[in-house]
């Protein structure tokens, strides 16, 4: 079904602002979303978490009396279910909106192994939550989805939040808005350049996305082993919480936190308490392309996310930047001499190779070949 026609049966219930996080599966939605409304207006926030996107939801309806569509992954109902419960929920305000869940993870439907456990649980999250919901699939009739959206609105008229559950393919977008930067520096040959600068005993934590993709095929292309880097498959945002305390627990090892600007904003907050820390062993780098590019590269908000400022503001005792080769290869120089905390945003693209592959080991190879490279020993 065309995005197209959700939109407009959100407009006959009243929805006129939409609000949310990006996610693959929900691609032709966002995409129609950019396409006519942008990233930040008056129709449109790509929020900074799925939580911020219900509170804005609560702040639209408070303010106009009318229900928000909050779309999102639903890896991101975690960060979602506190406003869900103690804001939204009929026992406390009774707020409504409609939530529109990409189904990653879908029992029977191959998915990565970070989206398995959150695709079995995902309708049993919104049962609990009191949260009714139907499904689209690529094979709801324009009958069926009429008949659900009715379901839906009638929850919404009751202040009420309901859910529209959305299966792989079921949404497509006859739009095709074009997603990019002005950079020149390809993600991939950045990591490159990274793991040239990086010693033997260096340790990586790379966040979740096309970046610890590309780690794992730049490793395997270079001929060497993969126990040095903990690739962040899931858990979008903790990534520099992970290497923080590695970084502590192992003050003798440099630390790499190879992070990403949409995963640094969704929990800005560590960045303060890893410069409360000041660990001298670790290199925040935030690879900035003002984009969710995994999941379809949405801007993750108007003009991006300025990690090297807010790094400086909260603490960072060392900021730099880097947005080419030369620059990226001075600026991991200086980060490596200084034995301090540090924060490196480089500036880079948005695109990979059409033929990026996905790690060929699982995640707990990857956990025990990091833990026994931590402890000294040979994986």
Not at 33 to 62: C, D, K, T, W
Not at 171 to 195: H, Q, V
Not at 204 to 220: A, D, H, M, P, W
Not at 367 to 376: Q, V
């Amino acid at each position: 079904m065309d995005a197209q026609r959700l939109l407009s049966a959100c407009e006959g219930a009243g929805i006129d602002f939409f609000t949310g996080v990006p996610d693959s599966q929900l691609k032709g939605l966002c995409d129609s979303l950019y396409a006519l409304y942008g990233v930040h207006s008056p129709r449109h926030i790509v929020a900074a978490n799925e939580g911020n996107a219900v509170g804005l939801a609560a702040g639209h309806f408070l303010a106009t009396g009318r229900p928000a569509l909050c779309y999102m992954q639903n890896s991101g109902l975690g960060n979602a279910v506190n406003p869900l419960a103690s804001l939204m929920d009929a026992q406390v305000y009774q707020l409504p909106c409609l939530l529109v869940v990409g189904w990653r993870g879908e029992p029977g439907v191959h998915d990565e192994p970070q989206h398995v456990k959150q695709g079995q649980i995902t309708l049993s999250q919104l049962e609990i939550l009191g949260i009714p919901c139907r499904i689209l699939s690529k094979d709801t009739t324009e009958e069926q989805f009429a008949a659900d959206f009715a379901f839906l609105r009638e929850q919404l008229n009751q202040r009420r939040c309901a859910a529209l559950v959305v299966r792989k393919g079921a949404l497509t977008c006859s739009l095709k808005p074009a997603y990019g930067n002005e950079n020149t520096l390809t993600r991939e040959r950045a990591a490159e350049i990274m793991l040239n600068a990086m010693d033997a005993g260096d340790v990586v934590v790379s966040t979740t996305g096309k970046l610890s993709r590309e780690i794992f095929e730049l490793r395997e292309k270079r001929g060497e082993g993969h126990e040095r880097d903990f690739l962040t498959v899931g858990s979008m945002g903790h990534a520099s919480m992970i290497a923080l305390e590695i970084a502590l627990e192992k003050p003798n090892r440099r630390v790499w936190c190879l992070d990403g600007d949409g995963a640094a904003l969704m929990h800005l907050g560590a960045l303060p308490v890893i410069a409360q820390r000041k660990p001298a062993n670790l290199i925040h780098v935030v690879i900035n392309n003002a984009a969710h590019e995994t999941v379809g590269g949405m801007p993750v908000c108007e003009g991006g996310l300025c990690a090297a400022k807010v790094a400086s503001a909260v603490g960072y005792p060392r900021v730099l930047n880097a947005r080419d080769e030369a620059t990226l290869e001075a600026a991991l120089q200086e980060a490596k001499g200084a034995n301090q905390l540090t924060m490196l945003e480089v500036a880079c693209a948005v695109g990979a190779r059409a033929d990026l592959g996905r790690p060929t080991t699982t995640p707990i190879q990857n956990r025990d070949a990091l833990m026994a490279f931590l402890r000294g020993e040979k994986a």
